[in-house]
């Protein structure tokens, strides 16, 4: 089974500041997600990767920057965050190791908030 | 614009009742709906349907497809508390994963 460990899990910080979430999977799938949950709009999808180095931006990107330097890591970086991006952040895999079907395996969430 | 609408967003039920949850969609060039699962934390998947009419089932949760009304549903029979969740419903388009499109969800709530 596909493992995925987000960090941090929780983590409090101020308006400004820069952030780095960092997601790290076991089992080499080529497709990674980023998704932020808010009360009354579900899941929506900020940038995700193909491949090392190739990533591209989903719904909600404003604000928001990626990296993929090693297949197993998949690093979300807020610039300088704001209150808006309060928010839980998910990270996801295809469950298909080379496909990116909508069967997605998701982390457990780091939980984000910006005073 | 691809679109998800779930019904109803909230629903509290004794154990034991059944239940059906609703996903209405709009999406350009369907490839498949899916349903998840999101209990304290990470969603979990439940099924991918992708032709009308054929029942997928697992347990005491069944779910269907109609491409023609674009909706879906989830059955619950003799629920239990350990249903209670938040259950999410998404479309995918042919563009793949990437264009994963999620609904508001429906919060779940099985009272002993």
């Known amino acids: 089974d596909a493992g995925i460990t987000q960090s941090p899990r929780h983590k409090v910080t101020e308006t400004g500041t820069p952030v780095t979430l960092r997601c790290h999977q076991t089992?080499?799938?080529?497709?990674m997600y980023w998704y932020r949950q808010d009360p009354g709009h579900g899941l929506r999808l900020i940038h995700y990767?193909?491949?090392?180095?190739?990533?591209d931006k989903g719904e909600v990107s404003d604000g928001y920057s990626v990296s993929r330097s090693k297949t197993e890591d998949f690093l979300l970086t807020l610039e300088s965050a704001t209150s808006s991006q309060t928010s839980v952040y998910f990270c996801?895999?295809?469950?298909?190791?080379?496909?990116?079907?909508?069967?997605?395996?998701f982390g457990e969430g780091s939980r984000l908030t910006v005073l | 614009e691809d679109k998800v609408v779930q019904s109803p967003l909230s629903l509290v039920v004794h154990e034991g009742d059944t239940v059906t949850l609703n996903c209405s969609y709009e999406?350009?060039?369907?490839?498949?709906l899916l349903w998840y699962k999101q209990e304290k934390k990470a969603p979990t998947f439940l099924f991918m349907l992708?032709?009308?009419?054929i029942e997928k089932k697992s347990g005491r949760l069944s779910s269907i497809l109609d491409k023609k009304e674009l909706f879906s549903i989830l059955n619950i029979t003799a629920t239990q508390t350990g249903d209670s969740a938040i259950y999410l419903c998404?479309?995918?388009?042919?563009?793949?994963?990437?264009?994963?499109?999620f609904g508001q969800g429906t919060r779940l709530t099985i009272n002993p």
């Open positions: 996801a895999i295809s469950v298909d190791t080379f496909a990116n079907t909508g069967e997605l395996f």
């Open positions: 089992e080499n799938h080529r497709y």
């Open positions: 990767s193909y491949g090392v180095k190739d990533t």
């Open positions: 999406v350009t060039n369907f490839r498949s």
């Open positions: 992708t032709s009308s009419g």
């Open positions: 998404a479309v995918e388009s042919t563009q793949g994963a990437q264009k994963l499109v």
